[in-house]
């Protein structure tokens, strides 16, 4: 073979390479070449004081601490116009909203789907069950059923349904686990996950084990840590028992991240979002958060 044909061999095979490489990094959240986050997002639930506050000079600081996703938790009054236009000044985009369960009814839900599309947004999350409505395994079917009617309407329009758990879902319900029942009667085209990945480890479940049984299922992930594992119970809301106190900033944890990381491509995910439900220094905090995860390799 001369020299000419390999060559070109030799081009084409690191063309093939380059483009796969390239169409992998573009389809998952992080680089292909050395296993970092590409880009690092936050939940704005975590800065929600200083967003009602300031919600144009909040989101600037946001982006200069280096962040190039953030996902919202309600607009503070804002017009979804007026987001977009917000985002677009600070060099942000927004993969994502929480939105409440009521507002999957059938008479709110067009036009909470409106709003992401205005906003650039491509999933809609409930991130939260009222406790009355999630007592029963029979409850729990009952959600995944408005989860999957909400996701066919919202799939049509392109934006994807998602769920976000707590801890909750992987405490028994006459025998089953909420999160296997929703995982299971849920259309995997129409409903998606946001795996809490600090909530699945109070709750005792493991990650990588749902990595394994549902594949893809998982383009989100909230990335917060806790200094120690809570007790918990079933009941109670957001602030229950000493678990908040728990919390701590991404990295100065329990969780192992780059164990949980290496099996991003098998989960599916493709963005990364950092949250802390009420830290003491907000700013601070997903400063800290950000540093940590802009250095983390797996």
Not at 2 to 18: D, G, I, K, S
Not at 49 to 67: C, E, H, P, R, T
Not at 154 to 166: E, V
Request: with cysteine; charged share 25%.
């Amino acid at each position: 073979m001369n020299f000419h044909v390999m060559n070109r061999r030799t081009f084409l095979e690191t063309a093939t390479t380059v483009s796969a490489a390239t169409l992998l990094t573009s389809r998952l959240g992080w680089a292909a070449d050395d296993h970092k986050i590409q880009k690092i997002g936050v939940q704005l639930y975590t800065v929600r004081d200083q967003m009602k506050a300031d919600f144009d000079g909040s989101l600037a600081k946001v982006a200069s601490i280096g962040y190039k996703e953030v996902e919202f938790a309600g607009y503070f009054g804002h017009t979804p116009q007026q987001v977009r236009a917000a985002l677009e000044k600070n060099g942000l985009t927004s993969p994502a909203c929480h939105v409440d369960y009521d507002l999957l009814a059938p008479g709110k839900w067009p036009t909470q789907i409106e709003s992401a599309k205005t906003i650039g947004q491509g999933y809609i999350v409930n991130p939260w069950i009222p406790e009355n409505l999630r007592k029963t395994d029979d409850d729990w079917k009952r959600a995944a059923d408005t989860f999957n009617r909400a996701g066919a309407e919202s799939k049509k329009a392109g934006i994807q349904l998602a769920y976000h758990n707590h801890w909750f879902e992987f405490l028994p319900v006459n025998g089953k686990l909420p999160y296997d029942t929703l995982l299971t009667l849920c259309d995997p085209d129409l409903v998606k996950m946001e795996l809490d990945l600090c909530w699945i480890t109070v709750g005792g479940g493991d990650p990588l084990k749902y990595f394994d049984r549902y594949p893809g299922r998982f383009p989100l992930v909230h990335v917060k840590d806790m200094k120690k594992l809570p007790p918990i119970t079933a009941a109670g809301g957001q602030d229950f028992g000493d678990t908040l106190k728990d919390m701590t900033d991404v990295g100065s944890g329990i969780i192992d991240w780059k164990k949980i990381f290496a099996q991003s491509e098998k989960a599916g995910i493709k963005h990364y979002i950092v949250e802390y439900d009420r830290p003491a220094h907000p700013f601070a905090s997903i400063t800290t958060s950000y540093e940590y995860l802009s250095k983390l390799r797996w």
